[in-house]
Antibody, heavy 119, light 107 residues
Framework: QLQLQESGPGLVKPSETLSLTCTVS??????????WGWIRQPPGKGLEWIGS???????YYNPSLKSRVTISVDTSKNQFSLKLSSVTAADTAVYYCARQPRSYGFDYWGQGTLVTVSS | DIQMTQSPSSLSASVGDRVTITCRAS??????LNWYQQKPGKAPKLLIY???SLQSGVPSRFSGSGSGTDFTLTISSLQPEDFATYYCQQSYSTPRTFGQGTRLEIK
């Protein structure tokens, strides 16, 4: 059974960089059938797609965040990572990683991790 | 960006009711429409992909229809575990966008 698990600091100071890693188990991140994505959800609000990556390293980002986002992949560790720079309180959210079969929906999700931006 | 608009934003219903939630895209997305269920404190769960395909393991009381700009999610007979928030999402183009959600509450 495929599992995804987010990890990283739960508290980040304003203007600093948020860094999260998603570890994939029970399957290979190098499968040609899937992209791997990050989605976030501010407390009490809806879902926002941040960006996705293919195992080859090809990425695509939400233009609203593109200037601050970097997503990378480490196939040797079966992990992919998110970096979001210059964070503000508006970046406080639960961050999810998920698997994305090409043009279909996100079919496997991590449990999510709450990241709070505060000094 | 393609805007996804769900209606209603909230809905009260009883166990056994038939419920329909609507999602409208700001431009045609063919059948690249997915539906999710989210319960408090949990990750979203994929219910329907490609507008009408039932994700593996999802009960058959859930169904989806539509193409182009107008889509529906139908729950044929509400069960207690179905009270949750539902989101639509388009996978036609980037950025991937979600509807604002429909909160389904117990009447």
């Amino acid at each position: 059974q495929l599992q995804l698990q987010e990890s990283g600091p739960g508290l980040v100071k304003p203007s600093e960089t948020l860094s999260l890693t998603c570890t994939v188990s029970g399957g290979s991140i190098s499968s040609s059938s899937y992209y791997w994505g990050w989605i976030r959800q501010p407390p009490g609000k809806g879902l926002e797609w941040i960006g996705s990556i293919y195992y080859s390293g090809s990425t695509y980002y939400n233009p609203s965040l593109k200037s601050r986002v970097t997503i990378s992949v480490d196939t040797s560790k079966n992990q992919f990572s998110l970096k979001l720079s210059s964070v503000t309180a508006a970046d406080t959210a639960v961050y999810y990683c998920a698997r994305q079969p090409r043009s279909y929906g996100f079919d496997y999700w991590g449990q999510g991790t709450l990241v709070t931006v505060s000094s | 960006d393609i805007q996804m608009t769900q209606s209603p934003s909230s809905l009260s219903a009883s166990v056994g009711d038939r419920v329909t939630i609507t999602c409208r895209a700001s431009q045609s997305i063919s059948s690249y429409l997915n539906w999710y269920q989210q319960k408090p404190g949990k990750a979203p769960k994929l219910l329907i992909y490609a507008a009408s395909s039932l994700q593996s393991g999802v009960p058959s009381r859930f169904s989806g229809s539509g193409s182009g700009t107008d889509f529906t999610l139908t729950i044929s007979s509400l069960q207690p575990e179905d009270f949750a928030t539902y989101y639509c999402q388009q996978s036609y183009s980037t950025p991937r966008t979600f509807g604002q959600g429909t909160r389904l509450e117990i009447k």
